[in-house]
């Protein structure tokens, strides 16, 4: 039986001896964040696995108390939600300056269609046309082509937000 593509959980196992360095030591007054070593632990785990693929995180370690638990849940997902606030920001601007830049490359070239029929020198007229086309190629890179890979940023993110978190005692550590 073939199964259908993102429908199951990818887990991403973690393992804690030292819970002293996991809790970023500044964030907001009650609302903790995961420091960003730990984050980057999640987020190279998280790149074996495609962006839309749901994750599950198995913290085995010393055995936390359940409050601490619920902090560390707390923590993980107010670090995404800040990095998701901060990557929709991303592509708010890169759309602005796109539509500047564009804006830009549409009056380059009517002022060229100007400059034209004016008969202007033609090295003018070739200089303005190359402006406005950097300017149009710039829109077109920073709207469609980056966007793409911050599309993938905010699908990972989410998944992060939303993935389900387990907690394991494992003795001896």
């Not at 002293?20 to 980057?40: C, M, R, T």
């Not at 055995?63 to 707390?74: Q, S, V």
Request: glycine share 4%; hydrophobic share 40%.
């Amino acid at each position: 039986m073939k199964r259908k593509k993102f429908e199951h959980n990818e887990t991403i196992n973690m393992t804690i001896n030292d819970n002293s360095n996991f809790l970023s030591p500044y964030s907001q007054k009650g609302k903790p964040v995961i420091s960003s070593e730990v984050a980057d632990f999640l987020e190279n785990c998280a790149n074996e696995f495609h962006p839309r693929e749901k994750l599950t995180l198995n913290i085995s370690g010393k055995m936390l108390t359940p409050d601490e638990e619920i902090i560390y849940k707390e923590a993980i997902r107010n670090y995404y939600k800040l990095k998701l606030k901060d990557l929709l920001r991303t592509i708010k601007r890169k759309n602005t300056f796109g539509l500047i830049w564009i804006i830009i490359g549409i009056v380059t070239l009517s002022v060229m269609i100007v400059f034209t029929n004016l008969e202007l020198s033609k090295v003018i007229i070739e200089c303005i046309d190359i402006f406005a086309w950097v300017f149009i190629w710039e829109a077109v890179d920073t709207m469609f082509v980056q966007r793409g890979g911050t599309l993938l940023q905010i699908q990972r993110t989410e998944n992060f937000i939303t993935m389900n978190i387990t907690f394991e005692k494992k003795e001896g550590i």
